[in-house]
């Protein structure tokens, strides 16, 4: 989670519309085709942003997001266990892929008091 962090940060900067950097000249191609403007991929957005600002600001975030996953897999562990002694026994397949029919079928069971 730590390692991935500064590339889902910079993902969410540039799905914004967040771009502080100039862009650069380059082919269509990467060898030929006409000469266009490049923005930065993610990989050199992470390296301008870490020098512009301090490289701290990749990690922003990462307290609330780490809060976020241990709730939320808390909560689906709970969740999974509950129903799985409601519904009688799921399978491991089914928690896995949940697939349309299967939660067509438990959304009719649990509206019909089964």
């Excluded at 509950?82 to 509206?111: A, H």
Aim: hydrophobic share 40%; charged share 20%; glycine share 10%.
């Amino acid at each position: 989670m730590t390692s991935v962090h500064p590339i889902t940060v910079v993902r969410e900067l540039i799905q914004f519309g967040y771009e502080p950097f100039p862009t650069t000249c380059g082919r269509k191609y990467i060898f030929f085709g006409e000469e266009m403007a490049i923005l930065p991929n993610i990989l050199s957005y992470m390296k301008q942003l870490s020098k512009a600002k301090k490289f701290s600001t990749l990690f922003k975030g990462l307290d609330s997001a780490i809060c976020v996953h241990i709730i939320g897999g808390t909560v689906d562990g709970y969740m999974w266990k509950f129903f799985g002694q409601v519904m009688g026994d799921i399978n491991t397949d089914v928690r896995k892929k949940q697939t349309l029919c299967t939660s067509l079928k438990f959304t009719l069971r649990s509206g019909l008091g089964g």
